[in-house]
């Protein structure tokens, strides 16, 4: 299993290996250059400026070098900076399309059980801490080794002794940049927590401002969000205590190993053991023994949080769709509608009780039908199963003839057209969600449909006409107008089985009207299924079915079932009629 997760990870890197091999040579070669300047300086000092008339032209000749090797360490700064950022960033659009591809395969059930924010996160946050980890991550391990090791080597090779007093108190250092990077870093992490807690309760405030300013409780909610914002500011101050701490004690660390290697190298130079060219040298190459040790404790966080976030992203991407086609899907060219339940069962999971147990029932094409029943009966589930969100648990559903379980998914789908109570509709424009119901559809075919649908008298009154933006959710429209929106979605779509879900249960008497209206004509001649909340909205069907905890308890015409005064006469009756 590990042994997969790691060959999956290195797989990501297989598109971009050109421009990886390109960074890693980059990054090796600016850490090199940062370790030959000293040594050529070095050389000045220790040998050049003795040269008497031949010195002055050789300092210009290692100027030059040295000017060059500066330019050869700017482009590989910039190199690594620029072309290592964007591999970093394709790879990271891999992965945000794989497992975004992949939230569109996963089935209800799997989204019956997650928060919307937390599959967000996997997609934003998580990649971002992915694909650092992708691209620093080696580079910081060539750099930090290539500039640690080369400096132990090139001064060991000057002074060991001195080198072993320069190096001994690195370990107290490295532990120091460990422990407090950690604070830091963890710290950081409560600001993100306490910020996303401000943000929830702007969005809580800012969409319930009508009931805000309806109670008069603007100062409660003031007082709600300054507790907030006061925690917030406590968890910055705390993490700027500790970064002030890490950076103050590299600092400090700094300042002691150079007055260690002065101190301790001027003692070496009155005893003869080291010429002042030397520690020369030695000063020169402290600072490419700090920043490796940065950019490793770095590395080690940067590690946690990526591989964390890698295994939260190999996860969603382990979840199997529940629902998904057999080997050899139907693909029927065309449907009748006859749609027939076989001892139809169904649960959500192992441990819960049957929502539906043994339902048979036939529908034939053209049929109007309509669900009703206490809520909790299975009116949606039983709805649900015909286009496949969720698979029955025992029997079988057939649509002319063939189980839905052998039709391809989206050849099913695209034959049924789903009219909800909750309407969702995008941000964008009117055109842009009508067109929704088929991408393919001309102007005239999307205007047609918005008539059918009773929209397009409204529709033409908007600031600009089909090309309004209606905001998130089509926050812009009234319940009746979107209700119609979406139905005029389904008209274009054009399919020969319906499912209106308690579509008028939400809307005012005028606006129930004129939609009731609209639903009627895009049902005509269709195999329609019709849950209703409003009954009189379905005296006319051609058969009405009761379902209640035990199944479909009756079915029949309304004059049938009132004439029976059972489960439906009543429901009707403490209805009022309505």
């Keep these: 299993m590990i042994e997969h997760k790691w060959k999956k990870f290195f797989s990501y890197y297989i598109p971009y290996k050109k421009v990886f091999c390109a960074d890693m040579f980059f990054a090796f070669l600016g850490a090199?250059?940062?370790?030959?300047?000293?040594?050529?300086?070095?050389?000045?000092?220790?040998?050049?400026?003795?040269?008497?008339?031949?010195?002055?032209?050789?300092?210009?000749?290692?100027?030059?070098i040295m000017v060059s090797l500066v330019l050869v360490e700017c482009y590989s700064n910039y190199f690594i900076a620029y072309y290592g950022h964007v591999m970093g960033a394709k790879m990271e659009y891999d992965m945000r399309n794989e497992i975004f591809e992949h939230f569109q395969k996963l089935s209800f059930k799997f989204y019956d059980n997650q928060k919307t924010g937390q599959l967000m996160s996997r997609i934003t946050n998580d990649l971002f801490d992915?694909?650092?980890?992708?691209?620093?991550?080696?580079?910081?391990?060539?750099?930090?080794?290539?500039?640690?090791?080369?400096?132990?080597?090139?001064?060991?090779?000057?002074?060991?002794?001195?080198?072993?007093?320069?190096?001994?108190?690195?370990?107290?250092?490295?532990?120091f940049a460990f422990v407090y990077n950690k604070k830091m870093k963890h710290a950081?992490?409560?600001?993100?927590?306490?910020i996303a807690e401000i943000n929830a309760q702007i969005e809580d405030n800012l969409s319930g401002i009508r009931v805000v300013k309806s109670f008069a409780n603007e100062n409660i909610e003031m007082k709600k969000f300054e507790r907030g914002n006061t925690g917030f500011l406590n968890s910055k101050k705390n993490s700027y205590k500790y970064m002030g701490t890490y950076h103050a004690g590299l600092g400090v660390f700094t300042s002691l190993i150079t007055i260690i290697v002065i101190v301790v190298g001027a003692i070496f130079i009155t005893?003869?053991?080291?010429?002042?060219?030397?520690?020369?040298?030695?000063?020169?190459?402290?600072?490419?023994?700090?920043?490796?040790?940065?950019?490793?404790?770095?590395?080690?966080?940067?590690?946690?949080?990526?591989?964390?976030?890698?295994?939260?992203?190999?996860?969603?991407?382990?979840e199997e769709p529940d629902i998904v086609d057999n080997k050899n899907p139907f693909t029927p060219k065309s449907y009748k509608g006859d749609i027939e339940f076989k001892n139809v069962s169904f649960k959500y999971d192992e441990n819960s009780a049957d929502v539906l147990a043994?339902?048979?029932?036939?529908?034939?094409?053209?049929?109007?039908?309509?669900?009703?029943?206490?809520?909790?009966?299975?009116?949606?589930?039983?709805?649900?199963?015909?286009?496949?969100?969720?698979?029955v648990t025992?029997?079988?559903?057939?649509?002319?003839?063939?189980?839905?379980?052998?039709?391809?998914?989206?050849?099913?789908?695209?034959?049924?057209?789903?009219?909800?109570?909750?309407?969702?509709l995008f941000a964008g424009s009117v055109f842009e969600n009508i067109k929704y119901?088929?991408?393919?559809?001309?102007?005239?075919?999307?205007?047609?449909?918005?008539?059918?649908?009773?929209?397009?008298?409204?529709?033409?009154?908007?600031?600009?006409?089909?090309?309004?933006?209606?905001?998130?959710r089509g926050i812009k429209l009234s319940g009746g107008q979107k209700q119609r929106l979406s139905i005029a979605r389904v008209f274009l779509k054009n399919p020969p089985i319906l499912i209106f879900d308690e579509a008028t249960s939400a809307l005012d008497n005028e606006s129930e009207k004129v939609v009731q209206e609209s639903l009627e004509k895009l049902a005509n001649h269709r195999t329609t299924f019709v849950i209703a909340h409003r009954l009189s909205t379905i005296r006319n069907a051609k058969k009405i079915l009761v379902l209640t905890e035990n199944g479909i308890e009756e079915q029949g015409t309304h004059d049938e079932l009132m004439n029976f005064e059972g489960a439906y006469s009543r429901l009707y009756n403490a209805a009022g009629g309505v």
């Design 130 to 175: 992915i694909t650092e980890l992708f691209h620093h991550g080696p580079e910081d391990i060539v750099i930090s080794l290539i500039k640690f090791v080369g400096a132990f080597v090139i001064l060991a090779f000057v002074n060991f002794k001195l080198a072993l007093v320069a190096f001994a108190i690195m370990p107290i250092m490295f532990g």
């Design 32 to 64: 090199a250059v940062t370790l030959v300047n000293p040594l050529l300086i070095r050389y000045i000092t220790s040998d050049v400026i003795y040269r008497g008339d031949q010195a002055l032209k050789i300092i210009l000749i290692i100027s030059l």
């Design 437 to 472: 119901g088929r991408p393919d559809a001309t102007d005239e075919e999307v205007i047609e449909a918005a008539k059918n649908a009773n929209a397009h008298e409204f529709i033409m009154q908007l600031p600009d006409g089909y090309d309004t933006y209606i905001g998130q």
């Design 188 to 194: 950081f992490k409560q600001n993100r927590v306490k």
């Design 271 to 318: 005893k003869g053991m080291l010429n002042i060219t030397d520690l020369i040298t030695f000063l020169l190459y402290i600072s490419n023994l700090i920043e490796p040790v940065k950019k490793l404790i770095n590395f080690t966080e940067q590690f946690q949080n990526g591989y964390s976030g890698y295994e939260r992203f190999l996860e969603i991407l382990s």
């Design 394 to 424: 025992e029997g079988e559903i057939t649509i002319d003839g063939m189980d839905v379980r052998n039709i391809k998914l989206r050849n099913l789908r695209n034959n049924i057209g789903i009219v909800q109570q909750d309407v969702y």
């Design 358 to 391: 043994k339902v048979n029932l036939k529908v034939n094409a053209g049929d109007y039908m309509a669900l009703v029943g206490s809520s909790g009966a299975g009116k949606s589930t039983l709805c649900s199963l015909i286009p496949r969100f969720y698979d």
